[in-house]
T-cell receptor, first 116, second 112 residues
Framework: EAGVAQSPRYKIIEKRQSVAFWCNPISGHATLYWYQQILGQGPKLLIQFQNNGVVDDSQLPKDRFSAERLKGVDSTLKIQPAKLEDSAVYLCASSLVLGSAGNTIYFGEGSWLTVV | AQSVTQPDIHITVSEGASLELRCNYS??????LFWYVQSPGQGLQLLLK??????LVQGIKGFEAEFKRSQSSFNLRKPSVHWSDAAEYFCAVATGTYKYIFGTGTRLKVLA
C-alpha cells in the first residue's frame, strides 16, 4: 500500500516569496492533516480536512497560509508571502475517518522549507 | 488545556542497554495515547498506541509502553537498544475533537 506522498521534499525561497506544497494521502483516507514542525519542536496542526471540508484551521495563520482539498483527495498548502519564521518541515498526514480519536494518523516524509 | 510533556530533550544509551523515554500528558477525559518515531529526514512512524484495556501495549521494533492513569504517564520502554533505534521520539495525545497534540520530542543517541 502506497503511503502519504508529498512534494517537493526540499525548497529554499527568499522571504516574501510564495511556495506551495502538494500532498496525496493514502487511498481511501477521508481525513487529511497539515502539520508544521519547527526544528526542535513537535508537530503543530495547521489544518485538518474531512473529505473536502475544513474541520479545524484554528492554528493556520490565515493572513499568509492557505490550504485546499478540492476533490477530497489531494491537497495543496500555500504560503504567501513567506517569512523567516516559516522555515520548518511541513508534514502531511492522513487517516481513514474522522469520528474516532483513536484513528491512526499516517505521515508523509515531509516538505522541508528554508526561508532566507 | 491538553498538553504533552517529554521532560528529556536528549538521552544517550549504550547499545544493548535498556531504554525508558518519559511522557506525561494533561487531559481531562480518557486519553488516546501514541508514540511515534522520526528518523533524520523522514516523516513520523507509529510505534504503538493506547486506546483502552490492557495498560501495557506492545509496538513495533520491540518497543512497549505502559499507561499509568494515576501518574498521567505513558512511558516508552525497550529492553535492549539497537544502534538503529537512534532517532527522535514523539509522544502524542488525541483529544475529543480528534486533534493530535505532540510533545516536543526526545532525541535518542545510541553509543556503540
Amino acid at each position: 500500500e502506497a503511503g502519504v506522498a508529498q512534494s517537493p521534499r526540499y525548497k529554499i525561497i527568499e522571504k516574501r516569496q510564495s511556495v506551495a506544497f502538494w500532498c496525496n494521502p493514502i487511498s481511501g483516507h477521508a481525513t487529511l492533516y497539515w502539520y508544521q514542525q519547527i526544528l526542535g519542536q513537535g508537530p503543530k496542526l495547521l489544518i485538518q480536512f474531512q473529505n473536502n471540508g475544513v474541520v479545524d484551521d484554528s492554528q493556520l495563520p490565515k493572513d499568509r497560509f492557505s490550504a485546499e482539498r478540492l476533490k477530497g483527495v489531494d491537497s495543496t498548502l500555500k504560503i504567501q508571502p513567506a517569512k523567516l519564521e516559516d522555515s520548518a518541515v511541513y508534514l502531511c498526514a492522513s487517516s481513514l475517518v474522522l469520528g474516532s480519536a483513536g484513528n491512526t494518523i499516517y505521515f508523509g516524509e515531509g516538505s522541508w522549507l528554508t526561508v532566507v | 488545556a491538553q498538553s504533552v510533556t517529554q521532560p528529556d530533550i536528549h538521552i544517550t544509551v549504550s547499545e544493548g542497554a535498556s531504554l525508558e523515554l518519559r511522557c506525561n500528558y494533561s487531559y481531562g477525559a480518557t486519553p488516546y495515547l501514541f508514540w511515534y518515531v522520526q528518523s533524520p529526514g523522514q516523516g513520523l512512524q507509529l510505534l504503538l498506541k493506547y486506546f483502552s484495556g490492557d495498560t501495557l501495549v506492545q509496538g513495533i521494533k520491540g518497543f512497549e509502553a505502559e499507561f499509568k492513569r494515576s501518574q498521567s504517564s505513558f512511558n516508552l520502554r525497550k529492553p535492549s537498544v539497537h544502534w538503529s533505534d537512534a532517532a527522535e521520539y514523539f509522544c502524542a495525545v488525541a483529544t475529543g475533537t480528534y486533534k493530535y497534540i505532540f510533545g516536543t520530542g526526545t532525541r535518542l543517541k545510541v553509543l556503540a
